[in-house]
């Protein structure tokens, strides 16, 4: 074999390994939507085949399209979710996560996508008086959230016993149950918790006043160094907002809009 031929077949070999490395190679990975693995109906739940759907699941696949990006929603325990944006297990947090200065230091926030207040629950039949007959009573009470920041900020004082749970829905059943008096939770999600058979007997107390503790809206969180896709983010923001879709879910799932201060 000449020299010239072996350098040919050489030339010739390294093509083919070039080409077959272009069309092997592995596609971007989707960003991933990290929301709590526990449903916090009606922003996040699962349907009847198992799939994950709700305000924020919708918003957020509105969201994708408007970047031209893939997209995977992927559960993550609550009391996990920050760890797992810091270690690169998802890449934003889109789970009602209020904007806060407490999270601002470890984290960042896109521009907010929708507002809303807190609300206390108690049984229809209680004397129960808001915040002033707290004393020697229970509050159930989601931890890690801004409704716990402000429980413990402005209501030690009342005399009343915290009690903090890992999910929403674990605080919902002892209210049921009678485990506690009365629970503080998101009024959206509390308005839909009362319209449920078995809560027929319960009511929505009185919400709770504006306060820095419940920060300056809900945003999705991302990591500290993810300029480029919070602006991505920000620009999708102000689309859906522009374009009434975020609206449209609002009144989807809500019956009102909430994606309004």
């Known amino acids: 074999m000449t020299k010239t031929l072996t350098r040919s077949l ?5 093509i083919a390994a070039l080409a077959l490395s272009a069309t092997t190679a592995p596609a971007a990975e989707p960003l991933k939507i990290g929301i ?3 449903p916090y109906p009606p922003f996040t739940y699962k349907d009847a085949d198992g799939s994950w759907t709700g305000f924020e ?5 509105a969201l994708c399209d408007q970047m031209q990006a893939d997209c995977a929603i992927t559960p993550t325990g609550w009391s996990g979710i920050f760890p797992a944006l810091a270690s690169g297990k998802i890449d934003m947090i889109m789970n009602s996560l209020s904007i806060t200065d407490k999270r601002k230091r470890v984290i960042d926030f896109t521009d ?12 229809k039949d209680s004397d129960l008086q808001i915040p002033d007959g707290l004393d020697g009573k229970i509050l159930g ?3 890690s959230t801004t409704n716990a920041t402000f429980a413990r900020r402005k209501l030690a004082d009342t005399g ?3 009690k903090i749970y890992d999910r929403q829905e674990q605080a919902n059943r002892d209210l049921l149950a009678g485990r506690v008096d009365a629970i503080l939770a998101d009024k959206i999600a509390m308005t839909e918790f009362v319209k449920r058979d078995e809560a ?9 006043p504006h306060d820095p503790a419940f920060g300056e809206g809900v945003g999705i969180g991302l990591r500290q160094e993810d300029d480029a896709l919070r602006k991505k983010l920000n620009t999708a923001i102000a689309s859906v907002l522009e374009s009434g879709q975020c609206a449209e879910l609002s009144q989807k799932y809500f019956n009102t809009d909430i994606c309004s201060d």
Request: zero cysteines.
């Open 10 to 14: 050489i030339h010739t070999a390294g």
């Open 36 to 38: 709590s693995a526990e």
């Open 57 to 61: 699941v919708e918003l957020g696949q």
């Open 112 to 123: 907010p996508y929708y507002y809303t207040p807190a609300a206390y629950v108690t049984a």
């Open 141 to 143: 009470v989601q931890g």
């Open 160 to 162: 009343v016993e915290l």
């Open 200 to 208: 027929q007997g319960y009511e929505i107390r009185a919400t709770a």
